[in-house]
């Protein structure tokens, strides 16, 4: 297995520009080809490194995909029941209010059984930060209808597409926390390009500089793809995550400096 | 004259071939091998020189495989 342009001199320890850092733990991720939850964990690992906070940093895992996060995530870790992040956040932050907290949950934990957490830990305005990774789909236990399922999305329990006077409609979680006064920070960002990634970062690193001050809970979604769930290719489904996410979870800040942002903005460009 | 050249090593034995850099890649610089790793997925390779170390395949990988330098090439 030779490749053709090995060769190169500057492929020297002194020009790296970008490697995979050193707080994820050096094995294989057990996410499927493509999942963005790789690319969240890596953008999380680099802003807590670029903060120099892996010491100081304590973080409550979901059920879910991201259930083995604290096999890849080289911090202190916690696994709390299935929806129950918050809840567990919240008295560790109360612990130790010096440390940073965050929690890592999918929409199945966030948006379904863990709802009354999510809200209640927001409305109290606790210090910690959410990151909710939102696939529209329960992408572990095979692809079932998550309350996040868009109108129409076909789905293992929805064959023939969710039909919402049967099913339901669509939970925009995220809009409705952001309403709630002990929220400081609200805003949706994806993974599926360079551009997003890097937005992604700064959104996350925002979230942390502003738990440092105090002032309520940040939020931070990313909506991302499930090849699995979806069954498509992970290029076939950024691009229907593309035409068919985005116009309904649309990208950008909602809540900056405990403002609501104008629906007009906030549904902008990305 | 000096010129800023890129180049990217991919952990082969760790990508899981899913194509997402090639998408983000702007100069065509990975394509998918014809053989398989010891997992048995079709991984990323270097295909061209023209590589200008724009990170962006390093970026959007989501299991972080590529390393990417730039350094100056008389």
Known sequence: ???????????????IVYKRTNLLVDRPLSYCPGCGHGVVHRMLMETLEEMDAQQNTIGVGPV??????????????????????PALATAIKRLWPNKFVFTYQGDGDLAAIGTAETIHACNRGE???????????????GGQMA????????????????????????????????????????????????????????????????QKENKGITFVEVVSNCNSGWKMTPVQSNKWMEENMFPFYPLGDIKVDGKLIEKKEAAGKE | MAKIKGDILV?????????????????????????VNGKGYHFAMKVNNDCTGCMNCALVCPDGVITVFRGKVE
């Open chain 1, 127 to 141: 210090n910690f930060t959410i990151i909710f990774i939102n696939n529209g789909i329960y992408g572990m236990t």
């Open chain 2, 11 to 35: 952990n082969i034995e760790r990508c899981k071939g899913c194509e997402v850099c090639i998408a983000a890649c702007p100069s065509a610089t990975i394509a998918m091998a014809k053989e």
């Open chain 1, 147 to 210: 309350p996040t399922t868009l109108p129409g999305m076909r789905s293992s329990t929805s064959p023939y597409g969710r039909d919402v006077a049967t099913m339901g409609n669509p939970l925009k979680i995220t809009e409705l926390i952001a309403t709630l006064p002990g929220v400081h920070y609200v805003t949706r960002q994806a993974v599926h390009t360079p551009n997003h990634v890097r937005k992604t970062k700064k959104a996350l690193r925002k979230a942390f500089e502003i």
């Open chain 1, 64 to 85: 879910g995909c991201s259930v083995l996060a604290y096999d890849f995530m080289n911090i202190d870790m916690l696994g709390a029941a299935h929806g129950r992040a």
């Open chain 1, 1 to 15: 297995m030779e490749e053709p342009f090995v060769k190169t001199e500057i492929r020297k320890d002194e020009n």
